[in-house]
């Protein structure tokens, strides 16, 4: 074998053995509970930003189906809109965040991918309220969002909550201890406390 | 081969699989660090001397049936200049009455000295008994003992460095209820019927026998405290006495509205279905009607043309909130008018000009403050009706008349010319 053919075997070698180093230290982080995730505008270090992001963001009780990440340079940093979707349900999850190149943080969120079967559980439970039955009666579907921990430990408790809102009044469900939190009325100064 | 050529491939071989045995080894001293027995810090005296570490995610929820299991990753990143050393303890918090077993739940490694602006991954598993019964707990998992220092004493310590999780324990019922609630604005001196469907998904028949929830029925409305505007001869409920296995079937609900009802009625049909999966609460369909009186008669409003000049009236529905196509009552309408316009020559030919939809989107009005988090993304709050009618006009006196429906109020404007 010439000098010219060995090289080049070792480069292959070299360049395997790169491929392989690299892909035992990056292994694809995204969860279970995510089919597929799709980038608009895909920044340089969408790994990190994923990383994080999965740390960040949960589904209700299902799988995200699709998580798509579009992304906006400001003069802030990196402001990043995720839209989560479930097969279980046509609503969706929006959350959105700055990236300052080394940490995400949540600027503000609104969950709305809850499958149907909780989302008409936690309406049971408001409407079995009956200051919440008083207010809403006849007035149609409410919608029903989920309130992160960061949220409700200001009033309630560090948990997943539901919001139960028709026009003028809102509901903060505990879903597992399937009990009206607090009550909100429009024009009242603060929700009152059950 | 060349003597050197096979010193080049020897070093890049060699390199190679240097390169995954560093990783190892990486792997291996994690390892080491997890076996650390570290002494756990002190509680905190003052609110100042909190160890600064991140607890990453900072919550979670298992829901698990019996005889699974799941686990999850929380990273701790110590942000201090100085080792820190964490003991997870598991703190389980008996709200709500149902306990998780502490054997259920561990969490490896069982400590850690993270070096400063290092940080280690701990995995948190639950594993339910198949045997275990089902139930919602709440947990901490403490990796410090420092705690919020207060004024009087509490019942349970409150963790500064925690990962707040609840584990819920369940079965699929196999009784599953389509609907769990009828909503609807029924109307008074009418008559309704309903239909909750109930699949029974197990292999064995499910017998039910539903009644009439009874709880104390006066509730505080709008004008104080008021008895139910239904009583409960005016509610039937006809059903199977079971469920076949595989089958679906209904229970009906029949409800009569007396001529002279007004209010709200707020209860509760409780299934009575007899599968112990199934959890009191789960087995009921809660009832909530507003009892509303259609007025017979149209509002009117007069007003004057001094000279011909077209006329143009447009009547919109109060915002209604995803208002009645989406409820769950067989009444669910939209809000409609029957307008008219009587002039000097009589009723004038009224033409509908248009027909708007109008949307209202908020980014940050009114809304519950457990919602605040979500000003600044768009959402519909509401959509609100609007008709517009026009028609000639000729000098005299002329009469709107609106009989609404289906709308709790309306706005109207009347332009003339134009």
Redesign the interface.
Known sequence: ???KI??V??II??T???G??LS??QPDVKPSWVQQVLWQDKPPDNAKIEELLW??I?PY?TEYEMVNISSDTTSEGLRLKVVATSKETDKQD?Y?FMYDGKELLL????LEAIPSQYR??A??IA??N??V???????????V?R??????E??Y?????L?V????V?A?VDP???TVV?V?K?GAQ??AKK | ??K???I??AI??L???T??EA?NVAQAQDVVVQEVGAPVMPPADQIGNITKIDI??????F?LQPGESKEITV?IRNKEKNAVSVKPNTVILP??GYMVDAGWITVKPGSADIPAGGSQKFTIKAEIPKDASIG?S?LQIAFTNETIPTPYPQPFPNYIHAF?F?V?VWMPPKLQIM???I????EAGKEYDYEIKLKNTGDQAIGISPKLGSDDMY????YGM?APALTEDSITITAPTSIAAGATDAVKIHVRVPADAKG???G?IDLGIDDPSVRE?EG???L???I?TQPTGAFVRSFNLTEAAPITVEVSSN??????P???GTNAKAPSFETSLEGPGGKAPLTVNKTVIRGNVNMGG????????????Y?E??VQYVVTYKTDGTPGEWKLSVLPRNTQGFDYSITIGG
């Open positions: 074998m010439n000098t060995t090289l075997i070792g070698i070299l395997l053995g790169i392989l180093s035992q230290k740390t960040e949960t009780r929006i959105d600027t503000g969120y609104l008409n559980d309406i049971a409407i079995g009956q200051e039955a008083a207010s809403v009666a006849g007035a149609g579907a409410p919608t969002r309130i992160l921990p960061k949220t409700s200001r009033f408790a560090p948990k997943t909550l919001s809102t028709w026009e003028g809102s903060l597992d201890e399937r607090q909100w429009a603060q929700g | 081969m060349s050197y050529a096979s080049v491939i890049l071989v390199g190679m699989f390169g995954i990783g990453s995610p900072q919550y979670g929820n829901r990273t709200y709500g919602s709440s707040q609840s819920d609907m769990p609630y909503s609807d604005q029924l509730y505080g409305g709008p008021m709200y009625y707020n509760y609460w009921r369909v809660q909530n009607f507003n509303w915002n209604y909130y995803y208002g009645y989406y409820a769950k009114d809304r519950p403050p457990w919602e605040m988090d979500s000003a600044s993304i959402q709050m509401g």
